[in-house]
């Protein structure tokens, strides 16, 4: 079975400085693809990054990269030079193929830039 | 750009109704999804649709239902809302179809999300 895990409920980040927002997955699927959700107070669900298995590099995108160390399962979002827009719930995910394709959401991140 | 689009933003029921909470894609997605959102536990699977007239029972299908009859339709149906009913309800749509898989094709496209609450 699938899971994605998010340790921190909570975290709070001085504006400018980086934030390392963890997640750990669990699949016995070689092929699978993992994902960054932002969500706004205004509730839509904005896609930020993906990693696929089999990527050599890890993704970048702007101000958004992804930790990627397959052995240790982890796909851990950074974001560089936080900024107030920044303050949201942040989810990340994983589809597999094992897994009927289905996206698996962690429990959420909920990350807050202070001025 | 891929729209997904849900019938409301906000819904107030009352126990015992029958809810229809309708979505709809504009970008001929093969899969369709019914998510439902609380604090602490994230995005639940309820539902699924890999074609149409096709579904799938996801993590938490108990006291739901779907319908799929246009592929780019796909409405969750409470048949008797109940309290514990009260939530967020996201749709969402990914390319991913029945050809080989493709991580990447499984990124999820989704609506603004219904805030259901049933008094």
């Known amino acids: 079975a699938q899971k994605i895990t998010q340790t921190q409920p909570g975290m709070f980040v001085q504006e400018k400085e980086a934030v390392t927002l963890d997640c750990t997955y669990d699949t016995s699927d070689p092929s699978y693809g993992l994902f960054w959700y932002k969500q706004p107070s205004s509730g839509e669900m904005i896609f930020l990054i993906y990693q696929g298995s089999y990527d050599q590099q890890n993704a970048t995108e702007g101000r958004y990269s992804l930790n990627f160390q397959k052995a240790r399962k982890s796909a851990n979002l950074v974001i560089s030079a936080s900024q107030l827009g920044d303050s949201a719930m942040y989810f990340c995910a994983m589809s597999t193929l094992q897994g009927a394709q289905k996206l698996v959401f962690g429990q959420g991140t909920r990350l807050t830039i202070n001025p | 750009d891929v729209k997904v689009t849900q019938s409301s933003r906000y819904l107030v029921k009352r126990t015992g109704e029958k809810v229809f909470l309708e979505c709809v894609q504009d970008?001929?997605?093969?899969?369709m999804f019914w998510y439902r959102q609380d604090p602490g536990l994230g995005l639940r699977l309820i539902y699924f649709s890999y074609d149409v007239k096709m579904k799938e029972k996801g993590d938490i299908p108990e006291g739901y239902s779907v319908s799929r009859e246009k592929k780019e339709r796909f409405s969750l149906i409470l048949e008797s809302a109940s309290t514990n009913q009260t939530s967020m309800y996201l749709c969402a749509s990914t390319l991913q179809g029945a050809v080989s898989f493709s991580p990447m094709n499984t990124e999820a496209f989704f609506g603004q999300g219904t805030r259901l609450t049933v008094v």
């Open positions: 970008m001929d997605h093969e899969n």
